[in-house]
């Protein structure tokens, strides 16, 4: 089929609910896409840092090839050994606690934000208190989890029972919390709010109001989780533990899947029936993940993503001494937002042209979200691009 054969399926079958750039992506290897024309492109985005590996990482696609032949999926009615390796690694890697399996970020903080509230309702607690600038997914819950208005825009009533406080501000924490408040739910580092990072002193803060009142913690690791700063979770940089964490897109390297881990105890208020998901934890999406979990070992890459981490701060901020365009950069690891004094998606968009995918988030920010294996040679190479654009902004 040819690109504008592709094009017109979209045009007539396809739901309008994204703007989409008119390229069709036809391959992608490693650090690199191509599309339909031929072009190359150098992906330091990820895709949301969903490819976390790189496009097609032999070893996960030997892990989903191997499986695909097997069994793909068998209900949750038995057991197969991908999910529970799977569940194993998270758990391993994080708080020891136990795991649900399902398909996306929204329906891994769905089952957080249900859990809190099953958790909670023999002692009459159901609201949630979330962060301004947040991002949780896109169901009616967790888009009601995210406080930012353009999300909610025409999908009224909302779902009863949240509250709303700027990140950062214990104070306003203190001031929402009432004797009906089950959880306090929020990203480490917020990525679609324009990547915010939450201080140290905050998240202590929050665990001890938390432990203090009966209140859950429940981190939202979706974008910032799996070894993107360079820690398997980002609130293992801040000394605390969540009592629920969820996961989702650099879980599979691609592969559709989410999950939510909390703690043992926690975990026994979700008795059989209560929740479920019929592909959650299946065998394919399963051994894909567990692969992920193999490569971030045997290649050193939570090392890498420090590394390669530091070194993009180090180079952006060179840039930022030259160019009086670039207000602030800030991320841990290789989690970037380079935050301009203009709108950035201009920007984003000439990058692109010149074969560098980057994103804008928040109007404002260049995200920056490369690979964990990527190495100084594709760091420069898209930095190159990056300065040479701005400049003609600057
Ligand atoms: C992307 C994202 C989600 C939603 O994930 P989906 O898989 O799109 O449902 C939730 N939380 C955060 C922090 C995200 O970045």
Redesign the pocket.
Same mark, same amino acid.
């Given at each position: 089929m040819n690109k504008s054969e592709i094009l017109a399926n979209y045009d007539n079958y396809v739901i309008p609910n994204y703007s989409r750039h008119p390229f069709v992506i036809a391959r992608g290897d490693g650090v690199h896409l191509w599309d339909t024309d031929g072009k190359r492109y150098l992906d330091l985005f990820s895709g949301?840092?969903v490819s976390s590996l790189g496009h097609c990482h032999p070893v996960v696609t030997k892990a989903m090839q191997e499986q695909a032949a097997t069994l793909v999926h068998v209900p949750n009615i038995f057991y197969s050994e991908p999910q529970g390796r799977l569940a194993k690694y998270i758990s391993g890697n994080s708080f020891q606690g136990q795991c649900f399996f399902c398909n %996306?970020?929204? *329906?891994?903080?769905e089952a957080a934000i249900k859990l809190a509230r099953i958790h909670s309702s023999k002692k009459g607690k159901y609201k949630i208190i979330t962060m301004k600038d %947040?991002?949780?997914?896109?169901t009616l819950a #967790?888009v009601t989890a995210t406080a930012q208005p353009k999300y909610h825009n025409g999908f009224a009533p909302l779902i009863e029972g949240f509250a709303y406080v700027s990140f950062n501000n214990l104070k306003e924490i203190e001031d929402a919390i009432d004797d009906k408040t089950c959880g306090i739910m929020l *990203?480490p580092i917020?990525? *679609?709010g324009g990547i915010n990072v939450a201080d140290k002193e905050y998240m202590k803060g929050l665990r001890k109001i938390c432990d203090d009142n009966d209140i859950l913690l429940i981190l939202? *690791?979706?974008?910032?989780g799996m070894g993107r700063t360079g820690k398997y979770f980002a609130y293992q940089h801040y000394d605390i533990t969540p009592d629920i964490m #969820?996961l989702?897109?650099s879980l599979g390297n691609g592969t559709a899947v989410?999950a939510m881990e909390t703690s043992k105890e926690i975990a026994g208020s979700l008795v059989p029936g209560s929740h479920a998901s019929t592909f959650g934890g299946n065998p394919l999406a399963c051994a894909a993940s567990a692969a992920v979990f193999e490569v971030i070992e045997s290649e050193g890459l939570l090392d890498n993503a420090t590394k390669m981490g530091n070194y993009s701060f180090e180079q952006i901020r060179n840039i930022s001494k030259e160019l009086d365009v670039i207000k602030e950069v800030r991320g841990i690891g290789l989690m970037i937002g380079v935050e301009l004094k203009i709108p950035a998606a201009e920007v984003v968009k000439r990058c692109m042209e010149k074969g560098l995918l980057l994103n804008c988030t928040h109007d404002t920010v260049i995200r920056i979200m490369p690979q964990l294996n990527i190495t100084k040679e594709y760091i420069d190479q898209g930095l190159f691009i990056l300065k040479d654009i701005l400049k003609t902004v600057n």
């Amino acid at each position: 089929m040819n690109k504008s054969e592709i094009l017109a399926n979209y045009d007539n079958y396809v739901i309008p609910n994204y703007s989409r750039h008119p390229f069709v992506i036809a391959r992608g290897d490693g650090v690199h896409l191509w599309d339909t024309d031929g072009k190359r492109y150098l992906d330091l985005f990820s895709g949301w840092a969903v490819s976390s590996l790189g496009h097609c990482h032999p070893v996960v696609t030997k892990a989903m090839q191997e499986q695909a032949a097997t069994l793909v999926h068998v209900p949750n009615i038995f057991y197969s050994e991908p999910q529970g390796r799977l569940a194993k690694y998270i758990s391993g890697n994080s708080f020891q606690g136990q795991c649900f399996f399902c398909n %996306s970020g929204a *329906e891994a903080n769905e089952a957080a934000i249900k859990l809190a509230r099953i958790h909670s309702s023999k002692k009459g607690k159901y609201k949630i208190i979330t962060m301004k600038d %947040s991002f949780h997914g896109r169901t009616l819950a #967790t888009v009601t989890a995210t406080a930012q208005p353009k999300y909610h825009n025409g999908f009224a009533p909302l779902i009863e029972g949240f509250a709303y406080v700027s990140f950062n501000n214990l104070k306003e924490i203190e001031d929402a919390i009432d004797d009906k408040t089950c959880g306090i739910m929020l *990203e480490p580092i917020q990525g *679609e709010g324009g990547i915010n990072v939450a201080d140290k002193e905050y998240m202590k803060g929050l665990r001890k109001i938390c432990d203090d009142n009966d209140i859950l913690l429940i981190l939202d *690791e979706v974008q910032c989780g799996m070894g993107r700063t360079g820690k398997y979770f980002a609130y293992q940089h801040y000394d605390i533990t969540p009592d629920i964490m #969820t996961l989702a897109k650099s879980l599979g390297n691609g592969t559709a899947v989410g999950a939510m881990e909390t703690s043992k105890e926690i975990a026994g208020s979700l008795v059989p029936g209560s929740h479920a998901s019929t592909f959650g934890g299946n065998p394919l999406a399963c051994a894909a993940s567990a692969a992920v979990f193999e490569v971030i070992e045997s290649e050193g890459l939570l090392d890498n993503a420090t590394k390669m981490g530091n070194y993009s701060f180090e180079q952006i901020r060179n840039i930022s001494k030259e160019l009086d365009v670039i207000k602030e950069v800030r991320g841990i690891g290789l989690m970037i937002g380079v935050e301009l004094k203009i709108p950035a998606a201009e920007v984003v968009k000439r990058c692109m042209e010149k074969g560098l995918l980057l994103n804008c988030t928040h109007d404002t920010v260049i995200r920056i979200m490369p690979q964990l294996n990527i190495t100084k040679e594709y760091i420069d190479q898209g930095l190159f691009i990056l300065k040479d654009i701005l400049k003609t902004v600057n």
